[in-house]
């Protein structure tokens, strides 16, 4: 989320939405994975668990890095728009591939509301469906309430501030992130 208002209010709302969307695939995927048995097999190994926890971390320091530099591909006094959607697409799908949570929501909540007599991956994929349309809602929301505040960055320097007062941010929520994941 806090990619998501560092992008919109850096770079524009379209930015935003294209990350929204490749977060939305990402927990679409999870959620797919989950049904099929691949989140419980991360969630019972330590390799993988933590070869997944460790690249999260470090894909959230570098995109702390990536906003706190002045970014070529996105920052919008840098350049004309071309490849940005799909840069910002990409970043924000690898960004939701690489989140533990975002697995051990599908292996620790999810099962609370499936019917055992039912079709399990059925009800797994159609509850992730669900919990995609919420999450992209409230992620379209940041993007949007963010994306206002581009009018005010229009100042190069008061955009590297806020850009980087939002990149320390992101920082820390690495730093969070390592610790709130560790078993």
């Known amino acids: 989320m806090a990619y998501l208002a560092i992008l919109s209010a850096g770079t524009g709302r379209r930015a935003g939405f294209a990350a929204s969307f490749g ?7 999870v959620g797919v994975s989950a049904a ?4 419980g097999l991360i969630a019972t190994s330590t390799f993988l668990y933590e070869a997944l926890r460790w690249g ?7 995109l702390a890095w990536d906003g706190w530099r002045d970014s070529v591909e996105t920052s919008p006094a ?3 728009g ?3 959607d799909s840069a910002v697409f990409r970043r924000g799908l690898i960004t939701n591939l690489l989140n533990p949570k975002a697995a051990l929501f599908y292996v620790a909540v999810l099962p609370t509301f499936i019917n055992a007599q039912q079709s399990v991956p059925s009800q797994t994929v159609f509850l992730s ?6 999450a992209t809602a409230i992620h379209v929301t940041i993007v949007s309430l963010a994306g206002t505040a581009r009018s005010l ?3 190069p320097d008061r955009s590297r501030v806020v850009r980087r ?3 320390l941010s992101l920082g820390l929520i690495a730093v969070w992130f390592a610790f709130t994941t560790a078993r």
């Open 165 to 167: 007062g939002l990149s």
């Open 82 to 84: 071309d490849g940005i």
């Open 78 to 80: 840098r350049t004309d």
């Open 36 to 39: 099929l048995g691949l989140a």
């Open 56 to 62: 999260g971390v470090g894909y959230l320091f570098w």
């Open 23 to 29: 977060i939305a695939l990402g927990l679409l995927i």
């Open 129 to 134: 469906i669900v919990y995609v349309v919420v």
């Open 153 to 155: 960055l229009d100042d």
